[in-house]
């Protein structure tokens, strides 16, 4: 079949029996789901528009076996990144595979959203009743009574009714096909194939959305044979969702389609258009060419989120375009948090900071992980209450300040991030210190008390670079 790659490099390097077969397990629906999603592209001639998107899960590595355009997908977010793809290439043919852990849980919502909005993508629903990579955990489809790996006496009704995902889409104004279909005898494996291959052929005739819903067998986790595991399908899943077509309307087709802009120059031209608030604070400063990157670390709760956020307004003020983007460790105090910041005169083009012109460090593990990136020329600031005297190299240039102990003196332990901000003012002059001024007062506007503090520790650290030091 062409549809399917000649050899599958998922097993021993396409070496052997293994270079023919999946991963799947004895039994699996998975398998004959995909050989009917091959019949159907190869029917349909289609093999080149076709885009296969899989998620976490089972299908996971979907990619490995159908020869097809293939997107890897978040959990759950197959659908949505499905969408994504029609949009930007409406002559594609786009299919969303996903299984019941992925999407009528975590991805429930970009299901219905997507169903709703009823563009022309085909969604391929397999359901077995249970999460089947992750170790056998109740899923959103597991029988009442059925026992799981998080449900030992069985689903009882403290954990919900299994929902069935195809009379929820097919309720929906947006889809035009949904159907139930199952692959437990040749009769059922028949019309499983004719209903995934009429999926995709609505999205062909640009009809709309589709939704096939196969009940598939999972004798792993049953802990069945192949053949029992049929049977329970037959006997067990039937009756709760039945089989059949729950929706099939003619649709009115989608047409004609908005031609997707993939050019940078009009983005850009548009976004040169947009009119910019004049600088409230001061002449807009003269960076470099390529702008300026500063990366703030310490511990949780050291501040370095705040004080990255007011560099990044205060830029904006001044008329520059500015990114924050903050990295949180777990722990709301003590775990690791850093952030970095990027200033341009005229646009970021990336907001990642790999080796900053400016680093302010709060602690010794920040400083130790990222004080040798610091770009040569560059300025680290680093807190000497905490931190002894570092090891840097001679292309880098510091400045010791007990950012900790001032605050203290100060009353408010928690200002020493403005102490730093101050210093690091005083060190470069990125920025206008009007500015910064202005950003901690409108910030801290309601608390006048916190404001008076936060705004004397920023002066004492300027004044501790600038001036005397004491």
């Excluded at 002894?388 to 001679?394: G, H, K, N, T």
Aim: proline content about 7%; some cysteine; charged content about 20%.
């Amino acid at each position: 079949m062409r549809a399917f790659y000649r050899r599958f490099e998922r097993h021993d390097h396409a070496v052997g029996l293994k270079a023919l077969s999946t991963h799947y397990c004895s039994g699996c629906g998975h398998g004959l789901a995909h050989r009917y999603l091959a019949d159907a592209i190869e029917d349909l001639d289609i093999q080149d528009r076709t885009v296969a998107v899989s998620p976490v899960g089972c299908a996971v590595f979907l990619y490995y076996y159908l020869d097809v355009g293939n997107t890897q997908a978040a959990h759950g977010r197959a659908s949505a990144v499905a969408l994504g793809h029609k949009l930007a290439n409406p002559q594609s043919v786009v299919v969303s595979y996903q299984g019941d852990g992925d999407l009528a849980s975590i991805g429930l919502t970009e299901i219905i959203q997507v169903a709703q909005l009823g563009v022309p993508i085909s969604v391929i629903f397999v359901n077995n009743a249970v999460y089947g990579m992750t170790g056998g955990q109740l899923a959103p489809t597991t029988l009442m009574g059925q026992r799981t790996s998080t449900s030992p006496r069985g689903r009882d009704h403290t954990m919900g009714e299994p929902l069935r995902m195809a009379e929820l889409i097919a309720a929906l104004d947006g889809p035009v096909y949904v159907e139930r279909v199952a692959l437990f005898d040749a009769k059922q494996r028949i019309r499983a194939g004719q209903a995934i291959r009429k999926a995709l052929q609505m999205q062909v005739e640009n009809r709309g959305f589709s939704f096939v819903e196969v009940l598939a067998e999972c004798p792993t986790h049953l802990r069945m044979t192949p053949v029992e595991a049929e049977r329970w399908v037959r006997e067990r899943m039937v009756p709760v969702f039945p089989l059949g077509v729950k929706k099939d309307v003619a649709g009115e087709g989608w047409g004609p389609w908005p031609v997707p802009a993939h050019e940078l120059g009009p983005l850009l031209e548009a976004i040169d258009a947009r009119p910019l608030r004049p600088p409230r604070a001061g002449p807009t400063p003269r960076l470099p060419t390529a702008g300026m990157g500063l990366k703030l670390a310490g511990a949780g709760g050291d501040g370095a989120q705040t004080a990255a956020a007011l560099i990044a307004r205060a830029a904006i003020e001044q008329g520059l375009d500015a990114t924050h983007i903050p990295s949180y460790g777990p722990e709301s105090r003590g775990g690791t948090s850093f952030a970095d910041v990027r200033l341009a005169a005229d646009k970021v083009l990336s907001p990642e900071v790999s080796t900053p012109d400016a680093l302010v460090a709060f602690n010794a593990p920040s400083l130790a992980r990222f004080g040798p990136a610091v770009a040569e020329g560059g300025l680290v600031v680093f807190d000497s209450s905490v931190v002894a005297a570092p090891q840097l190299p001679d292309r880098v240039r510091s400045e010791a300040v007990p950012c900790a102990r001032i605050a203290a003196e100060l009353g408010q332990p928690l200002a020493k991030n403005m102490v730093a901000l101050g210093a690091l003012q005083a060190a470069t002059r990125f920025l206008s210190e009007d500015a910064l001024l202005l950003g901690i007062r409108e910030v801290l506007a309601k608390e006048s008390s916190l404001a008076r503090v936060n705004l004397e520790a920023f002066r004492r650290g300027v004044s501790w670079v600038s001036g005397p030091r004491g």
